[in-house]
Protein backbone atom coordinates (compact mmCIF):
# COMPACT_ATOMS: atom_id res chain seq x y z
CA UNK A 1 0.00 0.00 0.00
CA UNK A 2 2.87 2.42 0.92
CA UNK A 3 4.56 1.37 -2.53
CA UNK A 4 1.50 2.10 -4.56
CA UNK A 5 1.04 5.53 -3.05
CA UNK A 6 4.36 6.60 -3.39
CA UNK A 7 4.20 5.41 -7.08
CA UNK A 8 0.62 7.51 -7.40
CA UNK A 9 1.99 10.75 -5.87
CA UNK A 10 5.14 10.70 -8.05
CA UNK A 11 3.07 9.83 -11.00
CA UNK A 12 0.79 12.49 -10.06
CA UNK A 13 3.42 15.22 -8.92
CA UNK A 14 5.41 14.45 -12.62
CA UNK A 15 1.76 15.90 -14.63
CA UNK A 16 2.94 19.07 -13.27
CA UNK A 17 4.91 22.04 -14.67
CA UNK A 18 7.78 22.52 -13.10
CA UNK A 19 8.30 26.20 -11.59
CA UNK A 20 9.65 28.56 -14.66
CA UNK A 21 8.65 26.28 -17.46
CA UNK A 22 7.76 27.91 -20.52
CA UNK A 23 8.71 31.53 -18.39
CA UNK A 24 11.44 33.12 -20.81
CA UNK A 25 11.36 36.74 -18.99
CA UNK A 26 10.66 37.46 -22.75
CA UNK A 27 14.40 36.27 -24.26
CA UNK A 28 14.52 32.89 -25.23
CA UNK A 29 18.62 32.03 -23.33
CA UNK A 30 16.82 32.79 -20.06
CA UNK A 31 14.61 30.53 -17.66
CA UNK A 32 12.94 31.62 -15.28
CA UNK A 33 11.99 29.69 -11.88
CA UNK A 34 13.52 27.88 -8.95
CA UNK A 35 15.95 25.46 -11.24
CA UNK A 36 17.05 27.97 -12.90
CA UNK A 37 18.36 30.15 -10.27
CA UNK A 38 19.76 27.64 -8.28
CA UNK A 39 22.30 27.11 -11.36
CA UNK A 40 23.07 31.00 -11.54
CA UNK A 41 23.52 30.60 -7.80
CA UNK A 42 26.16 27.60 -8.12
CA UNK A 43 27.76 29.48 -10.81
CA UNK A 44 28.10 32.59 -8.85
CA UNK A 45 29.32 31.01 -5.90
CA UNK A 46 32.18 28.94 -7.74
CA UNK A 47 33.56 31.36 -10.00
CA UNK A 48 33.16 34.98 -8.07
CA UNK A 49 35.49 35.44 -4.99
CA UNK A 50 33.71 34.66 -1.95
CA UNK A 51 33.30 38.76 -0.79
CA UNK A 52 31.04 39.58 -4.17
CA UNK A 53 28.79 36.75 -3.86
CA UNK A 54 26.31 38.98 -2.54
CA UNK A 55 27.02 42.24 -4.55
CA UNK A 56 26.93 40.78 -8.25
CA UNK A 57 24.72 40.87 -11.03
CA UNK A 58 21.87 41.79 -8.56
CA UNK A 59 19.46 42.94 -11.52
CA UNK A 60 19.22 39.18 -13.09
CA UNK A 61 19.16 36.76 -10.16
CA UNK A 62 21.63 38.16 -7.14
CA UNK A 63 22.02 35.77 -4.21
CA UNK A 64 19.22 36.34 -1.53
CA UNK A 65 19.64 33.51 0.66
CA UNK A 66 21.35 33.54 3.83
CA UNK A 67 25.63 32.34 4.07
CA UNK A 68 24.76 29.22 4.53
CA UNK A 69 22.80 28.49 1.68
CA UNK A 70 25.67 29.84 -0.35
CA UNK A 71 28.00 27.43 0.82
CA UNK A 72 25.57 24.86 -0.41
CA UNK A 73 25.14 26.15 -3.51
CA UNK A 74 29.14 26.68 -3.46
CA UNK A 75 29.36 22.96 -2.55
CA UNK A 76 26.71 21.61 -5.00
CA UNK A 77 28.24 23.63 -7.56
CA UNK A 78 31.80 23.10 -7.06
CA UNK A 79 30.57 18.71 -7.17
CA UNK A 80 28.81 19.45 -10.46
CA UNK A 81 31.78 20.88 -11.82
CA UNK A 82 33.77 18.12 -10.97
CA UNK A 83 31.51 14.78 -11.78
CA UNK A 84 29.54 16.63 -15.05
CA UNK A 85 31.81 19.08 -16.00
CA UNK A 86 31.87 23.07 -16.05
CA UNK A 87 28.62 22.96 -18.32
CA UNK A 88 26.95 21.95 -15.74
CA UNK A 89 27.44 25.49 -13.75
Known amino acids: AILSTL ?3 R ?3 GY ?7 D ?4 L ?3 GGDYE ?3 HWMELTLHL ?3 DWYWYDLEYWGLDYPPLTAYVSWLCGYFSDKLIGPESV
Do not use: E, F
Open 11 to 13: VLV
Open 37 to 39: AQR
Open 49 to 51: PMG
Open 24 to 27: HHGK
Open 29 to 31: NAY
Open 7 to 9: ILL
Open 16 to 22: QPHSGQD
